[in-house]
């Protein structure tokens, strides 16, 4: 008998408690984000929190600053003013390699070497742990054979990555940032250009990733509906700012969604994982008028 999805989504609030309660995970917060390519404002005066320990879902419309906030967070852009703190630092006052046992990004549309195996790119993930005094070891060994397992990768480990589908590269790459072994780890669109299958198997894996090894995850999504599915907090954002933030029920909402998107919709319960499930109305697609009461006879 299926689980109805009020107790689904109780489950859900239950398991997203445990995982945030726990002193292990990193936080990463952000103060006062001022953010710019050349004269060209982006993000202004931008705080948050990203809740530890669980999955954030960035959305949006197109320019809005999603994926220039990622890089900030991932210190591949530096703030104009403000800054971005993992456990109380200034990411620009972390030492490179100590950052990258710790946070790991993965952008969109990475591209592979030609000819390089999805073994020798996983292997890669095994870089920051890597001195001239301390070379390859059992451990990560170990750490690489458990990523390829995780991702369901091993069995296509001796395989040139550009000869892989556009999900198993996918998996690939995220392999790869398993291995890193970072607590927290930041995507960038990471189901672009994949089929609906390949879409929902990598956010599989990422679900899989937050719970089974506990990993603070960010991930910017264009689908509405897949990060009320997948994600335990949703960042809403519009010209650079924050519109709202929470749990997907409180933020995903008709007027929310026409504030973000200029998209008039209904938002109905998702009958699968008790989660919003937006439906889009455009000019030609209006809700059906309720039919007229049945009137007595005789």
């Given amino acids: 008998m299926p689980t109805p999805p009020a107790a689904t989504e109780r489950t859900q609030r239950t398991e997203r408690t445990e995982r945030t309660e726990s002193p292990a ?14 004269d060209r404002q982006i993000v202004s005066d931008l705080d948050l929190a990203v ?3 669980q999955v954030t879902a960035i959305v949006g419309a197109n320019a809005c600053g999603k994926s220039t906030l990622l890089r900030a967070l991932a210190r591949l852009l530096t703030p104009r003013r403000g800054t971005v703190e993992l456990d109380g630092r200034v990411l620009q006052s972390i030492p490179t390699r ?14 592979t070497p030609e000819g390089m195996t ?22 990560d060994e170990l750490a690489v054979h458990a990523a390829l397992a995780a991702t369901g990768m091993t069995e296509l480990a001796d ?16 392999a790869m940032a398993v291995a890193q072994g970072t607590p927290v780890l930041l995507l960038d669109e990471p189901t672009t250009y994949l089929d609906l299958a390949h879409q929902i198997d990598v956010l599989d894996l990422v679900t899989d990733l937050n719970r089974n090894e506990h990993r603070t995850v960010v991930m910017v999504l264009h689908d509405l ?5 997948y994600a335990d907090h949703i960042i809403a954002m519009k010209s650079g700012r924050i519109v709202a933030q929470g749990e ?51």
């Avoid at 999805?118 to 451990?139: C, E, I, M």
């Avoid at 395989?159 to 995220?174: F, N």
């Fill in 118 to 139: 999805v073994l020798d790119l996983v292997n890669r993930g095994r870089s920051p742990h890597q001195t001239w005094w301390r070379q390859w070891s059992r451990a």
């Fill in 159 to 174: 395989r040139p990555v550009d000869e892989l589908s556009g999900g198993q590269r996918q998996r690939a790459w995220i």
């Fill in 248 to 298: 997907p029920a409180e933020v995903i909402t008709a007027e929310t969604v026409e504030e973000v998107f200029g998209l008039r919709c209904q938002v109905a319960q998702d009958p699968v994982s008790g989660t919003p499930m937006v439906i889009p109305m455009g000019r030609h697609h209006t809700p059906a008028p309720a039919p007229a009461p049945a009137t007595a006879t005789g």
């Fill in 51 to 53: 809740p530890p320990g």
């Fill in 25 to 38: 995970h990193p936080e990463l917060t952000v103060r006062s984000l001022h953010l710019a390519y050349d």
């Fill in 98 to 111: 100590e950052l990258a046992q710790r946070l790991g990004m993965l952008p969109q549309g990475p591209v």
């Fill in 225 to 229: 509906n897949q990060a009320c599915r």
